[in-house]
Nanobody
Framework: QVQLAESGGGLVQAGDSLRLSCVAS????????MGWFRQAPGKERAFVAA????????YYADSVKGRFTISRDKIKNTVYLQMNSLKPEDTAIYYC????????????????WGQGTWVTVSL
């Protein structure tokens, strides 16, 4: 069993930066892939970024590539999403998730989810 807790969201202006954190408890992430997803109002949940726990390989959605950076701290059991040059279209609730198998781009492949943290980007 894994519990995930996101934090760091807020209301910012376009061009600003935020760093989201996801703290895991209850189980190690050895062998897992950690992902960030987001869901805008009225939209489906969409892939943002992912990182393999052991190797640190990273993957990004085209919409955030070059602006967002995913990282992890193995000692702190924490995954981060550094978001720079934020745009209004980045407005969404952001979820941290963990998968131990499956396609890392697919929502249904993830076994554990956090409660989400809101990011609102104004003009």
């Amino acid at each position: 069993q894994v519990q995930l807790a996101e934090s760091g969201g807020g209301l910012v202006q376009a061009g600003d930066s935020l760093r989201l954190s996801c703290v895991a408890s209850g189980r190690t992430f050895s062998g897992s892939t950690m992902g960030w997803f987001r869901q805008a109002p009225g939209k489906e949940r969409a892939f943002v970024a992912a990182i393999t726990w052991l190797g640190g390989s990273t993957y990004y959605a085209d919409s955030v590539k070059g602006r967002f950076t995913i990282s992890r701290d193995k000692i702190k059991n924490t995954v981060y999403l550094q978001m720079n040059s934020l745009k209004p279209e980045d407005t969404a609730i952001y979820y941290c998730a963990a998968t131990y198998s499956g396609n890392l781009y697919q929502t249904h492949a993830y076994d554990y989810w956090g409660q989400g943290t809101w990011v609102t980007v104004s003009l």
